[in-house]
Structure formats: structure tokens, C-alpha cells
């Protein structure tokens, strides 16, 4: 994994013993007048190794994310609704594809992300281990959880790292488009029967809590966001980003017609913010270690996915080796002629 312009300035440093810190400067310098960090320039190995483990955890939330939703596509109640679900669940695999790709310019084999992901040893968002059980949880799934995407990847969009900044540009841009969906999905089931908007309540009050766990741990529990934050990657901490969320979702709520299940929910005068009560930390540790309704399910079905595709890999290598000895065959009667 190790990032070709990152190696060469390490062994610069070998002939040199006063350019490291020169280095390090000129990356403190970067970050400091907020410009990019680009794959060619120096960068300490904290922060590569943090930025490759936050983009592939990002990439692997794309992949699996696109199971949960997934499934409803043959069960899609129109060919309206089949079609906005297919292009959704495609932009989440388009969203993968960046990602790996920004990764890789950081010196990251994508190979060896994916056997990260299905051996456990990298994580992916936890809210894709919880199941869709009714249509209602499409919509609530592009409300909630892709509004906490917006949230938290709006900002990205300013991250120090250039590569990951720009992937976030469009990425947000399809979100967005997401999270409306969603939205609008369940105005018309709100709209339709009293058991389809009890489904729509019961989406509600399965999603939210695991939704507000999305942004992490609570600020005080999580080791990595000081390094984050003064290295620019992240611009907000979990804690400012789920107040965030919170006070964009309460109005839409309202207008929805639906009850978020908080008895401690209000709107704080004082504070110009609304008041919520905790989320069950003990839970989202658990589905983080792999305890969750769905986690053997997703990672069994992204395992049996790449297992399937190995032959596409194979062929793709094929290919390319061919193409390769064709063009250095044509290199060599060029020169000889
Ligand atoms: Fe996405
Ligand atoms: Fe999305």
C-alpha cells in the first residue's frame, strides 16, 4: 500500500536529514491557507493512513448500502417507483467506484479494500445492518439516512484532500436527488390509506435512532476526530453534524405528518437548536463489532457477489494483458523498420 510520491520523498529524507521537517512544513502550510493536498505532494503518514481508512470505509458504505434498498427492486409497487429505486441503488454503486478510486491515489490496492471489507477487517456504515421489511423504508431510508449522508459529505466537500473533495462535488449532487426521493415517496404514502401511513410511521420509529448513529460517537468518544479536524479532513464533529440533522429533520417531520420517537425532542429557545435525547451507544457498539440484525447477511452477500465476479476480473486481466503485448509487438516492428 505504499503511495509512490509518499516513498519517493521518504527517501529523500534519507540524504537529507533537515527535509522532513521542511516537508512538514510545506504540508502545515497547505492545510493552514485551506488548499488541497494532492496525490503527487508529501504528506505525513498519520494522514494518509487516516484518509485511506475513512475513504474506504466511505466506499464500502456505498457497496453495502446498496443491498438494504436492493432488495426492493423487483417488488417496486410501479414502473415509476422501480425506476427511481434502480437509478438510486446505481448512483450508490457509481459513489463506491469514486471512492475506491480516490483511495488508490493514495496508494491503496483495491483488491485488497475488498477482502478488507469481507474479512471484517474494515467497517462500513452500521445503519445498512438493520432490514427493510416494507416499502415505507425505501422512503425512509432516502429521507433519513441519505439526509445524514448530505449532512455529513456536504462539508467533505471542502476536505484537505483533493481527490476525495472533488469526488464529493457529485456525489452530494446524487444524494441530494436521493434524499428528495425518499422524501416524496412517503408524501404520497402519507397521502394514500391509514395502513400505508402507519407503515410510514413504523419506518419512522425503526430508523431514527440508528440514523442519529450514523454520525458516530458522541464527541467526547471519538479518538480520531481531533487528528481530523486540525488535519481539515473533517470540518464538523459528530456531535455539531447530528444537531445539524436534527434540526433539518424536525420541520420535515412536522409537515410529513409523522412523530419522531423522542419523548426529549423539543425546540430550545436559549439555544436556537432543538434538544434530543441520547441514542443507545451501547447499541451501535454492538452492531459495529458485527452484532447487528443484518451484518452476517450483508457481508455474506457482498462475499458471494465477488465470488461471482471473479471470472470478470479475470477476463478483464486477460484482456489487458493482450492489449499490452499487441501495443509493445507494434513498439518493437516500429523501431525495427
Ligand atoms: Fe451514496
Ligand atoms: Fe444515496
Known sequence: ?????????????????GAESRLQAGFDATIGKDQRI???????????RTLVRQIAQHAHSEI????????????????????????????????????????ETLGADRADLTERLISGRQKYSSIFNYP????????????????????????LCRSSYGPYARAMVRICKEESFHQR???????????????????????????????????????GDSPNSAASMAWKIKRHTNDEL?????????????????????????????????????????????????????????????TAAHEDGAWVREAAAAHAAKQAARAQARTHEGAAA
Request: some cysteine.
Open 1 to 17: 500500500m505504499a503511495a509512490g510520491p509518499a516513498r519517493a520523498a521518504e527517501q529523500d529524507e534519507d540524504r537529507d536529514p
Open 38 to 48: 494532492e496525490p503527487r505532494d508529501w504528506m505525513p503518514e498519520g494522514y494518509r
Open 64 to 103: 453495502i448500502g446498496m443491498q438494504p434498498e436492493g432488495e426492493w427492486i423487483t417488488r417496486a409497487p410501479s414502473l415509476r417507483r422501480k425506476a427511481i429505486l434502480f437509478a438510486k441503488v446505481q448512483d450508490e454503486a457509481g459513489h463506491g467506484l469514486y471512492l475506491y478510486s480516490a483511495a
Open 132 to 155: 427493510t421489511p416494507t416499502f415505507a423504508d425505501v422512503g425512509v431510508i432516502g429521507w433519513f439516512v441519505d439526509g445524514a449522508a448530505i449532512c455529513n459529505q456536504v462539508p
Open 181 to 219: 426521493q425518499g422524501y416524496e415517496l412517503l408524501l404520497t404514502m402519507m397521502r394514500g390509506t391509514q395502513a400505508q401511513r402507519a407503515m410510514v410511521q413504523d419506518a419512522v420509529d425503526r430508523w431514527w435512532w440508528p440514523s442519529l448513529m450514523m454520525f458516530g460517537p458522541p464527541d
Open 242 to 302: 447530528r444537531q445539524r440533522f436534527v434540526d433539518m429533520t424536525v420541520p420535515q417531520a412536522e409537515k410529513l405528518g409523522v412523530t419522531l420517537p423522542d419523548p426529549q425532542l423539543r425546540w430550545n429557545e436559549k439555544r436556537g437548536r432543538h434538544d434530543f435525547g441520547t441514542p443507545d451507544w451501547s447499541e451501535l457498539k454492538r452492531v459495529i463489532a458485527g452484532d447487528g440484525p443484518c451484518n452476517d447477511e450483508r457481508v455474506a452477500r457482498r
